[in-house]
T-cell receptor, first 116, second 112 residues
Framework: GAVVSQHPSRVICKSGTSVKIECRSL??????MFWYRQFPKQSLMLMAT?????????EQGVEKDKFLINHASLTLSTLTVTSAHPEDSSFYIC????????????FGPGTRLTVL | GENVEQHPSTLSVQEGDSAVIKCTYSDSASNYFPWYKQELGKRPQLIID?????GEKKDQRIAVTLNKTAKHFSLHITETQPEDSAVYFCAASKYNFNKFYFGSGTKLNVKP
């Protein structure tokens, strides 16, 4: 149980375009999901907390207009990278916390974004 | 905000030896400390966690210790095996806020 999926696993796009990444909890409901960014050989940096039915809360330094987060249901959160640039190229990972569960977060497999 | 520091950044041990990874945190209100293992290109997987109401927790070859006063916690892996080779991340979190702040990671290499 507690499986999180992400789609797509890899995406290549041209500079200036927008890319949407989906994060789904497959077998549980998640009122809270989290989005992280991971550069090669570096740590996971928390970008934002996605709350079902309300606005996401962003970490300091993360541009909310650039990284749009929508959490429309208890099993789906989306991250849209708008007007992507090469510096946005990274590994994006989501995680989800089981509604009413303990503190553990379950991670998705990640999405490798390459902006040309 | 919370600041988590992790050492060492790389650790190379011989198979069968023990490995210790250390983390410190800054926010005394943090009360949940998970450890994740991440293999190359894969998702982080929880290997053990500890809450602030205990000082030590063990699961077979893996143990975690927590010193709340000093604000540091450590991961101990005994009888290491080549399949333990991966990057290990510590994290700190506060209950109900649940945001995880990760350390910088430790690349563990277990030599056969």
């Amino acid at each position: 149980g507690a499986v999180v999926s992400q789609h797509p696993s890899r995406v290549i796009c041209k500079s200036g375009t927008s890319v949407k990444i989906e994060c789904r909890s497959l077998d549980f409901q998640a009122t809270t999901m989290f989005w992280y960014r991971q550069f090669p050989k570096q740590s996971l940096m928390l970008m934002a907390t996605s709350n079902e039915g309300s606005k996401a809360t962003y970490e300091q330094g993360v541009e909310k207009d650039k990284f749009l987060i929508n959490h429309a249901s208890l099993t789906l959160s989306t991250l849209t990278v708008t007007s992507a640039h090469p510096e946005d190229s990274s590994f994006y990972i989501c995680s989800a916390r089981v509604q009413g569960g303990l503190d553990e977060q379950f991670f998705g497999p990640g999405t490798r974004l390459t902006v040309l | 905000g919370e600041n988590v520091e992790q050492h060492p950044s790389t650790l190379s041990v011989q198979e069968g030896d023990s490995a210790v990874i250390k983390c410190t945190y800054s926010d005394s209100a943090s009360n949940y400390f998970p450890w994740y293992k991440q293999e190359l290109g894969k998702r982080p997987q929880l290997i053990i966690d500890i809450r602030s109401n205990v000082g030590e927790k063990k699961d077979q070859r893996i143990a975690v210790t927590l010193n709340k006063t000093a604000k540091h916690f450590s991961l101990h892996i005994t009888e290491t095996q080549p399949e333990d080779s991966a990057v290990y991340f510590c994290a700190a979190s506060k209950y109900n806020f649940n945001k995880f702040y990760f350390g910088s990671g430790t690349k563990l290499n277990v030599k056969p």
